[in-house]
Each structure stands twice: as C-alpha cells, then as structure tokens.
C-alpha cells in the first residue's frame, strides 16, 4: 500500500498551500487513507511520475494516477467505497461540480490577486520567477499592480460567499448534515488565504468563518496542522 | 386521488410567472404526478386551504400542505419514491440548497428589478397594487426607479451565470446526465423571465441559453405552454 499526494509547497518544504491540494489532503483523511505528502516546486511538477502533469494535485495511489482534484475525489469514492461517502450519490457528484465552478468563477479570482504578493514572498528564488511570469501573463499586469487592487477586492469578497452563507443558515454543511467534498472544495479556497496572508479574509463573526473553523477541527485538526507563521 | 397546485398568475388567468411555481411544476412532471394547477391573485393567497400561507407554491398533496419550494420537492421526494428521483441520494439534496442559495442571492435580485415593470404590467389591478406596494418597500424606491436600473443589469446578468455556465462545459445538466431539482431551481428564474419579459435575459450563443432551452423541452415541453404572447 503506498498512496502519495504531490503537493506545492512553500520554500520551507512545509507550508503547502495550494487550494486544490487542500481538498485532496481533506478528501483522503475523510475516506480513511493514510498518504505521503511529497512536496514540489514548479520546477518539478513535469517530473512527477510519468511526466504528463502539468499541476497539482497528483496522486499515485498504489499504481493509480490521477491529476485533477474533481478527478482525485471521484477516484477516491471509488476505490474506497467502505469510507464515508465524499459525495452522498450521484446528484451529489454532480452537484459539487456547481460549488466547484462557483468556487473557480467567483472566489478564485478576487483571492487570487489579494494573495499573488504574499504567496510570492514564501516561494523560493526559482518558484518567485516561474509564479511572476504565469501570473503577469494571467493578469495582464505585474503582480504589484494586482497587489494594489487588494483593498477592493477584500471589501468585496464578504457578499460573494452569500451563496454559502444562505446554505449555513439552513444546514451545518454544504453537504447537508455532515461535511461531503463540496464542503472541502470551498474550504480549500479559505485555506490558500489562511495560509498564506497576514490577516483574515473575512470578518469573525460570519457564518462562513464560524464554517471554516469546523473544517479546520476536522480529521483530527489537520488543517490547523499549517500556518503563516510554520517555519 | 387530488393534487393541486396554487400558482400566481396573470390578470389572464393562465400566465404562471412565479419562478418558485415553476420550479414545482417541473418537480411535479418529473415524478409523474398529476396536478390541478390553480390560479391565484395575491389577494387570494391568504384563503388558500388552511390560510396559513403567505406566499406561493402551495401544494395540497391528497391533504398533505406543503407551502415551500424546497420543502414541497423534498415532500415529493418522499412520498413518491417509484418516480424519478429529483435530488440523485442525501448529497444531492444538501447541495440543490447550493444552488437555490446561489439563485437567490445573485440571480433573482437583478431580473426582479430587470422584470419588475413588465410583471407589473401583466397584473390585475388588484394585484398591481399590492406588488408595488410590496417590491417599492423592498426596492426602497419606486418601481419605475428599480426599472431605470435595468439596462445596467441586464448587462452584468451573463457573467453571473459564470457558475452554471462551468458545469455545462462538463455535463449537460446540473444533475449530471439528467435533469434534478437544482436544474428546475435555475431554470424557473430564466422561465420567469422567459414569460414577463418581451426580449431574452441572455444571448442565444450561451450555453446556459442551450440548456434552457432542453429544459423546455422536458416533460411534454410544459415549460413552453406558457409564453408572454398567450392572451
């Protein structure tokens, strides 16, 4: 039995922040499977396993490999069908492809210009050069530029998570009862933020952030395992 | 056998433009169930069956009232287990409150303002009474005000979508291979929509306008019964 996680990492080789591999290290305590987190730079992600990934997350679960986190979560529910279930059957599966584009359409971005300073500060000398050039091309602006637009963006973020404050108001989780990959989805994007900016991203006493710190009391407090201030 | 649906209606009696009417009617064809489909007035909703309900759907279930969109599916869910299922298992359910959140709090705020005098406009004067009195509370302005907002809108309606629009580039439904009831939460806004407005709410190039349109097409195309040119 041998399942490793290929996962970005902060220049200490601790501090892995990436949003997507937040919601496999979830997904795989949530199914009950032990996992070596390997860390990478960018550098090394086309060297991973047989050289065809271009991002991580990657898995290589004893042979089996996977490298995309929706892709990862459904191979998970079904090689380990004895675990709790990540997506509580198919209209579930289906489903958190929605939190996931709503994830990707509206959170990523705003988070991703807020945290593209503070991100680049942890990574080592080579990773700051790859990341400045992909993000300068993404933003079509130098990565202080998108810095500065980080007060209006952060104004702006609270309204955009009322699609999940409206479900906390009537449930515990995106996924009803208990925490499902939808769930996991959402947190990964808090998580990038937690990890890699001095401040919180949204006010202590919103719903969501009272959400996301039972995430991180989950499966055994790993998410509280990493922090900023981890070296 | 007796089911029968309360659905606000136009001063013509038959033009449905309630989205949360919409939604059930779907929900009620899709488990094969057939209904008495009963116009109301807003006058009219406080004498609905035991006059407990303040708002539509109401569905009186051989006896049983439902006065909540959601919980009215959830109820049929239940109660008609040989049909079709309308949530796909316990995670679907959880997260169709995803996305009736994400209806609600991005999408029926600007086509209620887009709508708001064309909805006027096909009322009883009765009814017209009532609804301007309530949307100018709730608008804090008056309906022509609310109206003047209209173009600026409809031209940030589109982006959105962006979340539904992420999920058709992988599936055709939010349900997955099928429609579910998170299908028939989206669709009953751009239904509303299709019915009180004399013009489209998004380009016909759109993937969301092509899943639209399926939608119209299911269930004997009840949807298409119903169009802003019946009199």
Not at 22 to 50: C, N, Q, T, Y
Not at 206 to 222: K, N, Q, T, Y
């Given at each position: 039995?041998?399942?490793?996680?290929?996962?970005?990492?902060?220049?200490?080789g601790?501090?892995h922040?990436?949003?997507?591999?937040?919601k496999?290290i979830?997904?795989?305590?949530?199914?009950?499977?032990?996992?070596?987190?390997?860390?990478?730079?960018?550098a090394?992600?086309?060297?991973?396993?047989?050289?065809?990934?271009?991002?991580?997350?990657?898995?290589?679960?004893?042979?089996?490999?996977?490298?995309?986190?929706?892709?990862?979560?459904?191979?998970?529910?079904?090689?380990?069908?004895?675990?709790?279930?990540?997506?509580?059957?198919?209209?579930?599966?289906?489903?958190?492809?929605?939190?996931?584009?709503?994830?990707?359409?509206?959170?990523?971005?705003?988070?991703?210009?807020v945290?593209?300073m503070?991100?680049?500060?942890?990574?080592?000398?080579?990773?700051?050069a790859?990341f400045?050039?992909a993000?300068?091309?993404?933003?079509?602006?130098?990565?202080?530029?998108?810095?500065?637009?980080?007060?209006?963006?952060?104004?702006?973020?609270?309204a955009?998570?009322a699609?999940?404050?409206?479900?906390l108001?009537?449930?515990?989780?995106?996924g009803?009862?208990?925490?499902?990959?939808?769930?996991?989805?959402?947190?990964?994007?808090?998580?990038?933020a937690?990890?890699?900016?001095?401040?919180?991203?949204?006010?202590?006493?919103?719903?969501?952030?009272?959400?996301?710190?039972?995430?991180?009391?989950?499966?055994?407090?790993?998410?509280r395992?990493?922090?900023?201030?981890?070296?």
């Amino acid at each position: 039995m041998s399942v490793i996680l290929y996962s970005l990492c902060a220049a200490d080789g601790r501090r892995h922040y990436s949003p997507h591999v937040w919601k496999i290290i979830m997904a795989l305590r949530h199914k009950g499977v032990r996992a070596e987190v390997r860390p990478v730079s960018f550098a090394d992600i086309a060297a991973i396993e047989d050289g065809s990934f271009k991002s991580v997350p990657v898995l290589n679960d004893n042979g089996h490999l996977e490298g995309d986190s929706f892709e990862i979560a459904v191979h998970l529910e079904r090689a380990y069908p004895d675990g709790p279930t990540l997506f509580g059957g198919p209209g579930g599966q289906a489903m958190a492809r929605f939190v996931e584009s709503f994830s990707q359409a509206v959170i990523h971005p705003p988070v991703s210009a807020v945290a593209a300073m503070d991100m680049h500060a942890l990574m080592s000398p080579a990773d700051q050069a790859y990341f400045r050039a992909a993000r300068e091309k993404r933003f079509g602006m130098t990565l202080e530029q998108a810095a500065a637009t980080r007060e209006v963006e952060l104004a702006a973020l609270p309204a955009k998570f009322a699609p999940l404050r409206g479900v906390l108001a009537k449930q515990p989780w995106l996924g009803g009862q208990q925490p499902l990959f939808a769930d996991y989805i959402l947190f990964g994007v808090l998580q990038w933020a937690r990890i890699t900016l001095p401040h919180a991203l949204l006010p202590a006493d919103d719903p969501v952030s009272a959400w996301f710190e039972r995430c991180l009391d989950l499966h055994g407090g790993v998410g509280r395992s990493v922090t900023l201030s981890d070296h």
